[in-house]
Structure formats: structure tokens, C-alpha cells
């Protein structure tokens, strides 16, 4: 008889060495009935008797309700499948030796098969007398009823388990449909594979391996990473393990126990799973050659139709999750260098600290419209003229931040195009006006076909002997946040209500705002302040009240609770933040006169 299958029903069974009051009801009935002094419900395991079912036995065994298989008159009823009836057990050469004799005084001993559905014996009910003894007919006859009557309780114990077990994977499947659908990157997808199996009877262990043009090679998973996992973290494609196999032969394997492990595969496959602690194994390939799931037990385990069932469909979501992982991974990378190249390298300037963020949107192509920009005014002939004529001329410093209409590759093109304008714009202005470059690019906007435009804050800072100058000008973006020593918000609403690329004929303005030491100003997009079913000012409030409680801070550290305020939204738009806080004056500073206003036509 199949003996994992028999372990695996006496572990739905729910039965171990501990009083179970159904079946001490059924010990009692045999005591009652065949007028015996002791009655056991006796269910093998792999190395014991357990007696969920007891009445009479003395101590030390009564408290205990098991004994080591030198003491079990069971395990013959066990493997031969029969009744076993003997009048003094002392008589017969299968038992004369046996521990129970002197021990628990078996001497006359009946006993019964108790089976499941599938027709494993999963012990017996047996009467006991410590006195040589006669069975008569109609003792065996009623200890055979109860028998049955035993099984069928135990029958209906193991069909409920199932029942629940079926339903439990039921509900694995459906959480695996929605959880491996929202995974981000192949990481994030073992993450989520170990979340989902995680039950006593579930896999102890789960992963990933993907093939590459050697082999198969292991998903890491850093938040439980095995030091185990090193020693057999890829596999040549002719390796003698159950998962390269799975791998070649484009089929499932399963290893139930270390036996057929040991059975059927090499030394080294071995090795590798009692490292792990790993004693049984099932291997799906995915679809298209691309890799391997596989499930691990530590001890060996009965894979059943249902498990099996779940277990392939796992694999499914799985094969369809790594190719959406590699096609976005394939068009991230491209994405992230676009990107790159686009996003400014942040210039040391003395006297300020900078930080950006930027984060991408959680769909589409993850990069899109918005940027930031810093540079300095080169100092010679485009720097500012000292007063009472020194003669000394001093940088300033450029910032802007805006977002293209679109969050894919197109958008991310026209806002390379549009910071590249904005800065030759200003660089062309001799006042370096925020205003007048905004103007240009409205202008520019109008003649070629860059789409249907944007929004973005673009300003300039002056040295200011202790201080700072802001000058800004905004083209309908969100309100830059000036947060003041002490910890003070304010929002520098002043704007113009229109977008890049509005009709010609309109004004832009510049705004003018004093920046003392310890000061930080704050430029964003809309991404971090609007979301799906939330107000854009309950946004901006939340962003004024992160400001204020950590605006003193280190400005990384600031961005990264920007960052984790935003875990809660789906990210449907990108996020970027450029944060400056005065430190001091510049170096050598120079007074400088108020700046002016300007007031640009088109």
C-alpha cells in the first residue's frame, strides 16, 4: 500500500497523541461491548502508535496516549491489511518478542483495520486483556462493527479536511490571479509567489528560476534570502535536477520524497536540496521555454489532483507575469536612458542645497513630461553687474520645473525639446527673465507642431549680500512652497492661467521673493499633489504640512517622505520635485538692488 499516501490521510485524519472525544466514545464501546480491561484506537505513524482513542491503559503510557513501534501489536494490522486476533500473544513468533508484552501487558489482543476511502490502513481498533483469552464470534464480529463505525468517522474527518484544503487552494488561485497580475519587476514577483503559499501544509519554500543562454538561473529574493541559495543559484541545462529536467523536457516533475529524489537524480541534486532542508519537489515549466516554477516541501508530500491542478494555474499567471516583466523591463531600460540624459545633474552652488526626485508614472512607458532643470548663469558676459560699479560680476542660478500634457516616450521627446528652448530662451534674454522665456517658448509653441502642450514654473536666484533673490514666473503649474526659518509655508500662488502653447497675444509676469538663510524652497508637479478621487488642494495642503514638519531636515531625507506619502495612490501620472534650501551666503557676496518687474507680450 502506498505509504505516503497513508501518512498524508492520517495527517488530514487531525489525529496524534492526544485525547480526541469521539474516538475515546469508541474505545469505551469495545471496552463496554467485548468486556475487556483495555481499548485502544491505534493509528500508526512513521515511527510511533499514537492513541487518540483509550480507556484502561496504565501510566506511564496512559498519559503519554503513544509508544514507539517496539510496543505496537498495530503495526502487523497495518501492513498486512487483516484482522489480527491472538489468544496469548506470547505464543506466536510475530509478537513473542514484542516490548508490549511485559510493558503495557498485552496478552490476548484483537484487533481491527481502521481505513480510509482509498483503502489505506491507518491502524486499528483492538481490545486487550492481560490474560490469555478465547475470542468468541460474536466479540469479533462486534469489534468489527465499530470498527467500520471508527472508519467512517475518520473517513468523514478526512473528506472535511479536503473539503477545506480544496477550498483553501481555491482561494490561493483567486488571490494569485489579482496578485501576481500587480507585480513590478521579477523581484516583486518571488516576493509576492512566497506571500500567497504560506499555510502548515502549503510549500515551505518557493522560486523562480528563468532561462537564460546557459541554463536556468535563480530570481533572487533579498527580503529572505537563503545563504543555502548560493550553492545551487544556476544550472547548466544537461543538470541532473528535477527542475532541468522539467526544463528540457518541457513537462511537469514531481519528486515526492528524498527517496526518489535519491532514486532518480545525481549526487549533486541531493546535496543541493538537503542544504535547503528540502525533501520533495514539484517543477512547472513556464510557457515559451522560459523558465521553471518550482514548489518545495520539506518533508515528503502526497500531491493531489486538486493541488496540482492549482499549482499548473500558478504557473500560468507566473509565465504571463515574466513576459510583461521582461517587455516593460525592455522598454523601462530604454525609457530610464531617455530619461536620464534628460534630467539635470543638480550644480554644486555655495551657499545652497539641492535634491530632486523624480519618480515615473506606474504604467505606460514609466517616464514621461515632467522635469526640472538647475544651472548657473555663466559669470562674464551674461552675469549681473555689481552696484556703485565694482564691476564684479556675480552667477545666478536657473531653476524650472514643468510637465508635458502625457506620460510615454512622445511626451518625454517634446519635454527635451521644451527644457532645451526654455534654456536657450534664457540665455538669450539679457536680464535672464523667468517671464520673458516662457514667452519664447509660448511663441515657439505656436509655429511647430509640439502637441497640446504644458505647464511649468521657470525662476532665477540672485546672491543678495546674506539672502537670496527669487524671481519666478508660472505658466499655470502648481504653486511653488516656500518654507521659512521656523517652519512657516507659504504658497507662492502668483501665476498666469495659461498653459505653454496658449493663444498669442497674452501676458506673463515675473514675481519677486526674498529667500533668507535656512529658507527651502520647494518646486513640484502635479503628480505628487493630484490623484485619482482626492482634491488637488487637500494635496497641496499635505505637501504644505510634510514641508513644515520636515522641511528642516536633510533635503534627502525630506524627498524620501515625499516619496513614501505617496504609497497609498495608484501612480497614473510621474512625480517630480526639485527642493532648495539656502545654507549662507554665497561666496564673496555683493549687495544687489531689487529686481524689476517684467511684463511680456506676444
Known amino acids: 500500500m502506498d505509504e505516503l499516501g497513508r501518512l498524508e490521510a492520517l495527517r488530514l485524519a487531525g489525529l496524534t497523541a492526544a485525547a480526541d472525544p469521539g474516538m475515546d466514545r469508541f474505545a469505551r464501546l469495545v471496552a463496554r461491548l467485548v468486556r475487556v480491561p483495555v481499548s485502544l484506537v491505534s493509528l500508526l505513524e512513521a515511527d510511533r502508535q499514537v492513541f487518540p482513542g483509550m480507556t484502561g491503559l496504565e501510566e506511564p503510557w496512559a498519559g503519554r496516549r503513544e509508544t514507539p513501534l517496539s510496543h505496537s501489536f498495530c503495526q502487523h494490522v497495518v501492513a498486512s491489511g487483516e484482522p489480527l486476533a491472538l489468544n496469548d500473544s506470547r ?11 511485559p510493558d503495557l501487558r498485552v496478552i490476548a489482543y484483537a484487533g481491527m483495520p481502521l481505513t480510509d476511502a482509498d483503502g489505506h490502513v491507518l491502524g486499528s481498533l483492538c481490545a486487550i486483556d492481560h490474560e490469555p483469552r478465547e475470542w468468541a464470534e460474536d466479540e469479533l464480529r462486534d469489534l468489527q ?47 509576492r509567489l512566497r506571500r500567497l503559499f504560506g499555510g502548515p501544509v502549503e510549500p ?36 541532473d535536477f528535477p527542475s532541468a529536467q522539467a526544463m528540457r523536457e518541457q513537462r511537469t516533475v514531481f519528486v515526492p520524497d528524498r527517496a526518489a529524489l535519491r532514486d532518480g537524480y545525481g549526487t549533486e541534486a541531493v546535496h543541493g536540496y538537503d542544504s535547503l532542508g528540502l525533501s520533495s519537489v514539484l517543477c512547472v515549466p513556464l510557457a515559451r521555454g522560459r523558465g521553471v516554477l518550482m514548489w518545495c516541501w520539506v518533508d515528503a508530500h502526497v500531491l493531489t489532483v486538486t493541488e496540482e491542478a492549482v499549482f499548473t494555474a500558478v504557473a500560468g499567471y507566473v509565465s504571463q507575469a515574466v513576459e510583461r516583466t521582461l517587455f516593460v523591463e525592455n522598454r523601462l531600460s530604454a525609457a530610464e536612458q531617455l530619461q536620464s540624459a534628460m534630467l539635470t ?62 506620460h510615454d516616450i512622445g511626451a518625454a521627446a517634446v519635454m527635451g525639446q521644451v ?66 526659518p521656523g517652519g512657516r509655508v507659504s504658497v507662492l500662488e502668483e501665476h498666469d492661467l495659461l498653459l505653454l502653447g496658449s493663444p498669442a497675444g497674452l501676458s506673463r509676469r515675473d514675481h519677486v521673493r526674498e529667500l533668507p538663510q535656512d529658507s527651502v524652497l520647494m518646486l513640484y508637479t502635479d503628480g505628487l499633489v493630484e490623484h485619482r478621487d482626492s482634491d488637488i488642494d487637500d494635496g497641496i495642503a499635505q505637501a504644505v504640512s510634510l514641508l513644515s514638519t520636515y522641511g528642516d531636515g536633510p533635503l534627502p531625507q525630506f524627498l524620501e517622505v515625499l516619496s513614501r506619502s505617496l504609497e497609498g495612490f495608484p501612480r497614473s501620472d510621474d512625480v517630480a520635485v526639485l527642493a532648495l534650501r539656502v545654507t549662507g551666503p554665497p561666496e564673496n557676496p555683493v549687495p544687489r538692488p531689487p529686481g524689476r518687474h517684467y511684463s511680456a507680450r506676444l
Do not use: K
Not at 490571479?177 to 516576493?191: N, P
Not at 556675480?394 to 520645473?401: F, T
Not at 526654455?422 to 522665456?437: C, F, I, N, V
Not at 546672491?463 to 499655470?476: E, F, I, K, V, Y
Open 91 to 101: 505464543l506466536y513468533r510475530l509478537t513473542c518478542a514484542s516490548l508490549a508484552i
Open 145 to 191: 462493527d465499530l470498527a467500520d463505525a471508527c472508519s467512517v468517522e475518520l473517513r468523514l474527518r478526512i473528506a472535511t479536511q479536503q473539503i477545506r484544503r480544496d477550498r483553501d487552494q481555491a482561494d490561493v488561485l483567486l488571490r494569485a490571479s489579482v496578485e501576481l497580475a500587480r507585480s513590478r519587476g521579477l523581484t516583486d514577483l518571488v516576493r
Open 204 to 239: 515551505s519554500y518557493v522560486t523562480l528560476l528563468l532561462a537564460d543562454e546557459r541554463g536556468l538561473s535563480r530570481v533572487s529574493h533579498p527580503d529572505d534570502a537563503r545563504p543555502e541559495e548560493g550553492a545551487v543559484d544556476h544550472l547548466e541545462r544537461d543538470a
Open 345 to 406: 545633474a543638480l550644480p554644486a552652488v555655495p551657499g545652497l542645497e539641492m535634491a530632486a526626485l523624480y519618480l515615473p508614472a506606474a504604467d505606460q512607458d514609466m517616464v514621461g513630461g515632467d522635469w526640472y532643470d538647475a544651472y548657473p548663469v555663466p559669470a562674464g558676459a551674461y552675469g549681473t553687474t555689481g552696484p556703485c560699479g565694482t564691476g564684479v560680476r556675480q552667477p545666478a542660478l536657473i531653476l524650472s520645473i514643468g510637465d508635458i500634457i502625457g
Open 419 to 484: 527644457r532645451s528652448m526654455l534654456r536657450q530662451a534664457t540665455l538669450g534674454d539679457p536680464g535672464h527673465s523667468p517671464a520673458a522665456a516662457l514667452a519664447a517658448v509660448d511663441s515657439t509653441f505656436a509655429v511647430l507642431p509640439l502637441g497640446p502642450g504644458g505647464t511649468a514654473v521657470h525662476a532665477r536666484l540672485d546672491p543678495l549680500g546674506d539672502r537670496w533673490r527669487l524671481t519666478w514666473s508660472n505658466a499655470g503649474h502648481t504653486p511653488p512652497l516656500l518654507r521659512l
